[in-house]
């Protein structure tokens, strides 16, 4: 399995507006005074955008009903709800739930040439990746395709091992490439050597198997994070789990009508960043959250390195660890961190561009190494991380594997790229909140791709944030 590496980050995407944020925090503000008083603010972030893709799934795999409750609201989220119709399924939100029913007539919209609907998931790579596993399994064809920025990313990861197992895939555009028309589905029982760590990988391949009741071993390089095994687990499908190796040995899969979404993690991650880099000695909770550990190297990474991170009031939901995450005080006596495995790397692999911001912040050099993946990313974050942050002044040095981070440079407000990328936009506007003056990041409002309300929830905990217009 080749995957050709694409160039630097992508060109400004201006079609989103720009937000502004003045540096620093409104605390204990009480009747319009602000009393610099230190306080405790509590931000409940958006449900999981991983696990709420799965859960949306697993009614196409169990073709039962699901309500997916406090389910992530984002643009990614939605890119899988318009091919869930066009398959047959009434999708509508409910609150904060969606709502997932089969045995809809499916909503006309464009077809392929052998008349197979054409299901568009816009820019979410999850979505798109996941639900090719998904059709592969359960030989239903279809022609998934995404948006130019989409068309770009590796579909070889999913598309070559589905092959190995005999479902018929074809690129219809450039090898590798979306789109590609699902055509049959897996059938042939053969073990499955992954080279990359892509959670997103291994689902497609998991979720193939499993809709088609199909045995398979998985080898795999690293253990990323694991929600599609915990819930397929929960549907009733017979897993193992060794190093390195995920077996599914069958098992009669039930429906499960209702799944809990936890609060996000990576969502979490910049509230958390934005009270650390402000270190005025107030408590931020944060409740809720999903605390798998393959999803909580960026506070545990932190708090290894002495910054003030807790996990409190614990509870399993829907075969996942939830809890409150409590951040106190700043980042007066935290050290430089080094990420050298790829285990904790994928534990913070949506976090690392916001992880190298805080390192910014941080005595000495920070490094994130194992960090070949983030090229892949909606950018090359590798690139897009290290540009954004230079224009706030950092000394900040990317490889090809990793980020280097020299603590310390002075930073100032400026105005960054956000690329278009919801993670870089989020980290410069975090980072801004920080820095005396006034930043503005280019086409900020992307964060609407995972996090539509991150720019109240800012607010919310003192930041003085503003959206172009408002
Ligand atoms: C995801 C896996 C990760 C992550 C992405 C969501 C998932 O991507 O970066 O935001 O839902 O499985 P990769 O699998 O490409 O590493």
Known sequence: MTTQQPAAGTARQSAWPDISVNGGRAVGVDGGVDTRAP??????????????????????????????????????VRAL???????????????????????????????????????????????????????AG??????????????????????????ELGARIDYLGAAGRLPVAVRGPVRRSVPIT???????ARSAVLLAAVGAGLPVEIGHPVRSRDHTERLLAALGADLVEDE????????ALKALPVIEVPN??????????????????????????????????FFEVLRKAGAAIRYEDRAVVAGEQIGTIVVEGGLDGVGPFAV?????????????????????????????????????????????????LRGFGADVTVSDTSIRVEGGAPLTAATVDGFGDHRIAMTAVTLGCALPGRTTVLGGACHTTS????????????????????
């Open 264 to 297: 996000d993690p990576s969502l979490a991650a910049y509230p958390a960043a934005a009270h650390l880099l402000w270190g005025d000695g107030s408590t931020l909770r944060l409740p809720g959250v999903c605390l798998n550990p393959t999803r909580l190297g």
């Open 81 to 135: 709800l318009d091919p869930l119709r066009l398959l047959g399924f009434s999708v509508r939100w409910s609150g904060g739930s969606l709502i997932v029913e089969p045995d809809a007539a499916p909503e006309g919209g464009e077809v392929g040439e052998s008349g197979e609907p054409v299901l568009d998931v816009g820019g979410s790579s999850a979505a798109g990746r996941l639900l090719i596993g998904v059709l």
């Open 244 to 251: 390195q190796l995920l077996t599914y040995r069958g098992g």
């Open 138 to 163: 359960k030989g239903i064809s279809a022609i998934v395709d995404g948006d130019a920025v989409l068309r770009q990313r590796p579909m070889e990861w999913v598309v070559e091992p589905l092959r």
């Open 340 to 388: 050298e495995d790829e285990q904790t790397f994928h534990s913070l692999i949506d976090e690392a561009p916001l992880l190298a911001a805080v390192g910014t912040r941080l005595p000495g050099s920070s490094r994130i190494g194992a960090s070949a993946e983030l090229v892949f990313k909606e950018t090359n974050r590798l690139l897009t991380t290290q540009e954004m």
């Open 39 to 76: 306080l405790t603010a509590t931000v409940t972030v958006p449900g999981d955008k991983s696990i709420t893709h799965r859960a949306l799934l697993s009614s196409l795999i169990t073709e039962s009903p699901v309500e997916v409750r406090n389910a992530n609201p984002g643009g990614a």
């Open 451 to 470: 996090y539509p309300g991150f720019a109240e929830d800012m607010a919310a905990i003192g930041a003085d944030i503003e959206r172009d217009g408002e």
């Open 194 to 200: 992954l080279r990359v760590g892509s959670a997103q």
